[in-house]
């Protein structure tokens, strides 16, 4: 995500890396599928893709998608969340970073897919979603994918309101030469129609 004025860190305070992965420790316990995010993703690159996670958390997706195969690098500002991650997957490339500032972390360019899971989108910080979304599309390669998936109502959020609509955020895209080729209202691919309470969005670069 951004940094600690963004809506996760008013919400957490920075400090939920431990809870959060207990929780999903709790659902993975109970029978409930934690890799539904992972499984999508996977089902959309070829072998050994490039994905970079943005805003990864406790790296429960990224892991994941290593273990399939696949070169992921995870990037988030929560220093809590990253301790887990890093914990769980030495290995695996974590940084601590801010998504409106990713070109500061010397990643090199080319993703195969970027993924911001989780209400990364609406958890930014206020007025920094535009540049965030042109920070990701431009760690794409052409053809590339950008993975969104959002809450657009309290139902779905953990927050009293929605801070963004579906449409501006298209046109964030838009504007970052980004095109919309799939929306879900889930993560296992259920059909989206408008009034759905979450959005599973796919957008692409285009090929040169």
């Known amino acids: ?8 860190a008013e919400l957490t305070g920075g400090q939920a890396g431990e809870e959060y992965a207990r929780r999903f420790a709790r659902l993975a316990e109970s029978g ?12 959309l690159l070829t072998p050994g893709a490039r994905v970079l996670d943005a805003g990864c958390g406790t790296g429960r997706i990224a892991i994941r998608l ?7 690098t ?28 990713l070109d500061a972390l010397g990643l090199e360019p080319g993703f195969d897919l970027a993924l911001a899971a989780g209400n990364v989108i609406p958890l930014l910080a206020p007025g920094t979603e535009p540049a965030v979304v042109r920070q990701l599309a431009a760690a794409l ?13 309290p139902a779905h959020l953990p927050l009293s309101e929605a801070p963004l609509t579906l449409s501006e955020f298209d046109d ?9 080729r799939q929306r879900y209202a889930t993560w296992s691919g259920d059909p989206y129609e408008p009034g759905c ?12």
């Open 32 to 43: 409930h599928d934690v890799h539904g995010e992972a499984t999508f993703c996977a089902a």
């Open 197 to 208: 309470g979450y959005a599973v969005s796919v957008h692409s670069l285009p090929a040169a």
């Open 66 to 72: 290593a273990e399939l195969g696949h070169h992921c």
């Open 1 to 8: 995500m951004t940094g600690q004025d963004d809506r996760w």
């Open 141 to 153: 390669r052409p053809g590339g994918l950008l993975v969104t998936g959002m809450g657009l109502d």
């Open 74 to 101: 995870g990037v988030d500002v929560d220093s809590s969340m990253l301790a887990v991650a890093r914990r769980e997957a030495p290995t695996q490339k974590w940084l601590l970073g801010d998504l409106a500032r």
């Open 172 to 180: 964030w895209c838009a504007r970052a030469g980004l095109v919309l």
